[in-house]
């Protein structure tokens, strides 16, 4: 099968599409002939050096696809069915994938939709979790892919939402439920304006703990998934996904979509052959769309 590796570290140059074994499905696995992979901004961090030391290197733990091999003890799916979820090898991007973790793709979602969805969902469905987040709880970066998925997933438990966001997001935050303000100087005024904060996530790793824990009373109410140096400071809880994964979220979010009460983020496309192409584009940032690899 063709799947993305890099033999060096360095920019986009360095990805290449090369043959490997076809994978096959383990004991609760499903294989799948894969039509969408998601790519995250860890992806070009590996590929910088800056994560994993070994070489080569492949890419992708979320994608979708079409069941074409199912493992033993695996029940409720068939060959032939549409699922996504995650590919605990690192072999997303790639023509095949086994994935470990999975669920039906809810019936309203194409491919390149379904694969933007299992990181981000994980990622804030988890910081709920160890938030128990109820009350009013701040989003700080409430417009990417996973400040989005938690503004939405926590107003799908009726908390009350307020989210950080530049001016000109605060539509699009608005649209998902929450109570937009901008940051900078003066956030902790501008958020006790709009009203009481009981938790806080810090999704965008800004350096606004301090101000995150003066909002709610205490550390023990806020966590962040993107200030590991910060959390030391400051004795938050920084989440990871080695501290228990929320993969509930995969079987529970076909409701939510099909109800109207989850809005999947835009998709930019790129053919799989294009993945240096896909890199260069997420590396200029300033962009909303979750990136997606779609077979060529």
């Not at 091999?69 to 032939?80: C, L, M, P, R, S």
């Not at 983020?265 to 909303?288: I, N």
Request: include cysteine; glycine fraction near 14%.
């Amino acid at each position: 099968m063709k799947t993305v590796q890099f033999r060096r570290f360095g920019g986009p140059e360095v990805l290449e599409l090369v043959d490997l074994p076809d994978p096959h499905a383990g004991s609760g696995q499903v294989r799948i002939e894969v039509r969408a992979a998601g790519v995250n901004a860890s992806d070009w961090k590996k590929r910088q050096g800056l994560m994993d030391e070994e070489l080569p290197q492949t890419l992708g733990y979320e994608a979708a696809g079409v069941v074409d091999e199912v493992g033993d003890g695996v029940t409720g799916v068939a060959v032939g069915d549409r699922v996504f979820g995650f590919s605990d090898d690192g072999i997303a991007q790639a023509e095949l994938a086994v994935l470990t973790h999975f669920a039906p793709i809810p019936p309203s979602l194409g491919f390149a939709e379904a694969a933007a969805l299992p990181a981000a969902l994980e990622t804030a469905t988890r910081a709920l979790d160890q938030l128990g987040a109820t009350g009013t709880l701040l989003v700080n970066g409430a417009s990417g892919s996973v400040g989005g998925a938690a503004v939405q997933l926590a107003v799908a438990r009726g908390v009350r939402v307020i989210g950080t966001a530049s001016p000109a997001n605060h539509d699009y935050v608005r649209a998902l439920g929450a109570e937009p303000v901008a940051y900078g100087d003066g956030l902790v005024d501008r958020v006790r304006a709009v009203g009481a904060v009981d938790c806080a996530l810090d999704v965008a790793g800004s350096g606004v703990l301090a101000e995150l824990i003066e909002l709610t009373g205490s550390a023990d109410r806020v966590v962040t998934i993107a200030d590991f140096v910060g959390a030391q400071q400051y004795g938050v809880r920084f989440s990871r996904g080695d501290s228990g994964r929320a993969l509930h979220v995969l079987d529970e979010i076909g409701e939510l979509v099909e109800s109207g009460g989850f809005e999947v983020p835009a998709v930019q496309t790129f053919a799989l052959s294009d993945v240096a192409e896909a890199h260069r584009f997420g590396e200029r940032g300033g962009v909303r769309a979750k990136i997606v690899l779609v077979a060529d």
